[in-house]
């Protein structure tokens, strides 16, 4: 398998060469919060998959929903003018569960990526059919992850995403995003980092002219950037200037959908509403590739009230509103609420962080340690603690592997390590991440 993996598999986000040198983690088996690998090896997926196995991996309703609507209709999505009876009451589950969030209509996806893709273009689409065809331009923040398309590679924030395939789409701008352990203001108050940051926001559009934006992308609390949620007052400023200035706001929730955060959305853990919310991930945790595009009401009105013909939606996917995959999305939503996921995700991440923090006060390699909002944490390594410098690679890769070898499976991500484990897991499954933790960095020390 390894030797096969190397030959004839590329990985995303690796240099192809890194495969053939390092051989990759064959995984086998999943089996409630725990994976084996291809030697039986068990450990705690303190991942979560890719931060979208919210329920773990042996979730026998969502098994028996894929079933079952395999036997009965494993194929017919919406377009034009069909449609299926399995999203249509996904769509109503849907619309129940981010009514708070003033979102009441769904466009369905395959993944984050094209959620993302399919916000940007109807932000675009909205403005046109309101007359306002200049706005054009995109606004995010930096170290703002919203994956692969191209869209969403010009608002990614981090600029080893986009340089390799640019020219991008040209008008993305990129707004310093609050990080307090490193920002461009030397500002370690997150308070007043954040006022900073909608500093800069203001001062873009003001530079960009409003009425050339269509809309703002940001993720609640930054995910594959290093977890690092804002101060409280960042996600409603943003909110209150793009208002100001006709700009919609669009919620990245491809992670913090469905109670990573301890909330039923990140917007929601800041008391916001977006205009638009890009969902994926544990929407079907992980057993279909699914998504959706969540529109608030007001924005849905503007297409459904044109008399124009420009509200006609140009993006058709194959798979919009895959049966199965709305199948499994349903059981999922209703094992994410009967067992009050967000609730577990609050508690074990309290448990978490506290834990975390602890390993930092031990570990002079440890930098910085980011939580508190759930089950979505990371830990930043760094060579010197004086200087920041940050983490080698080789380094970092060595405390995951001790990890994994004592019962983890963690995620590196530049110099941090992220963790975003399943949201039922245990106590003692904390305990197993922290103990693994904490012998990878003993063993660099
Ligand atoms: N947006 C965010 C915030 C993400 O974290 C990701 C994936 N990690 C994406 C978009 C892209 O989602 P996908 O990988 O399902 O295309």
């Not at 004839?8 to 240099?15: C, E, Q, S, T």
């Not at 403005?127 to 923040?141: A, C, D, F, N």
């Amino acid at each position: 398998l390894t030797e096969n993996n190397a030959r004839h598999l590329w990985h995303p986000m690796a240099h192809p060469a890194d495969s053939l040198a390092n051989p990759p983690d064959i995984i086998t088996g999943g089996d409630g919060v725990e994976i084996t690998d291809v030697d039986g090896h068990r450990m705690v997926d303190a991942v979560g998959g890719l931060w979208n196995v919210n329920l773990g991996y042996s979730c026998e309703p969502v098994k028996k929903a894929i079933s079952e609507q395999l036997d009965r209709l494993p194929y017919y999505s919406i377009f034009r003018g069909t449609t299926n009876d399995a999203v249509i009451e996904l769509s109503l589950m849907l619309r129940d569960f981010f009514e708070p969030d003033g979102l009441t209509r769904a466009f369905f996806t395959s993944g984050g990526s094209d959620s993302v893709e399919i916000a940007l273009r109807l932000a675009r689409q909205y403005h046109k059919v309101r007359g306002e065809g200049g706005r054009v331009k995109y606004l995010s923040l930096k170290k703002g992850y919203h994956g692969t398309h191209t869209l969403g590679a010009s608002v990614n924030g981090n600029a080893n995403f986009r340089t390799q395939y640019e020219p991008l789409m040209p008008g993305c701008y990129h707004i310093p995003a609050p990080y307090p352990y490193r920002n461009p203001f030397g500002e370690t108050d997150p308070e007043k980092l954040a006022q900073l940051c909608l500093s800069a926001l203001e001062d873009e559009i003001a530079f960009q002219g409003a009425e050339t934006i269509a809309a703002m992308i940001m993720e609640p609390i930054l995910g594959a950037g290093g977890v690092i949620p804002p101060h409280e007052s960042f996600m409603p400023g943003v909110r209150e200037i793009c208002s100001k200035h006709g700009i919609l706001l669009i919620a990245d929730e491809v992670i913090t959908a469905f109670g990573r955060t301890g909330s039923w959305s990140g917007s929601r853990h800041w008391g916001v509403q977006p205009d638009m919310m890009c969902t994926a991930k544990a929407i079907t945790n992980g057993y279909f590739p699914f998504g959706a595009v969540m529109i608030s009401g007001a924005v849905a009105e503007v297409f459904e009230n044109d008399t124009s013909g420009k509200a006609a939606i140009g993006s058709g996917y194959t798979y919009s509103g895959h049966p199965v995959g709305a199948a499994a999305a349903i059981a999922c939503l209703k094992e994410t609420e009967r067992l009050q996921v967000k609730d577990n995700a609050a508690a074990r991440g309290a448990q978490l962080w506290e834990g975390l923090k602890a390993l930092k006060e031990k570990h002079a390699l440890v930098g910085n340690v980011r939580g508190g909002h759930g089950l979505m944490c990371a830990v930043e390594l760094v060579s010197d603690r004086s200087t920041k410098a940050p983490i080698d690679k080789k380094t970092i890769g060595a405390v995951h592997r001790v990890a994994y070898e004592n019962g983890a499976m963690l995620r590196v991500s530049g110099p941090n390590i992220i963790l975003s484990p399943p949201l039922v897991l245990t106590e003692a499954h904390v305990n197993t991440i922290l103990s693994a933790l904490d012998a990878g960095l003993s063993a660099q020390g």
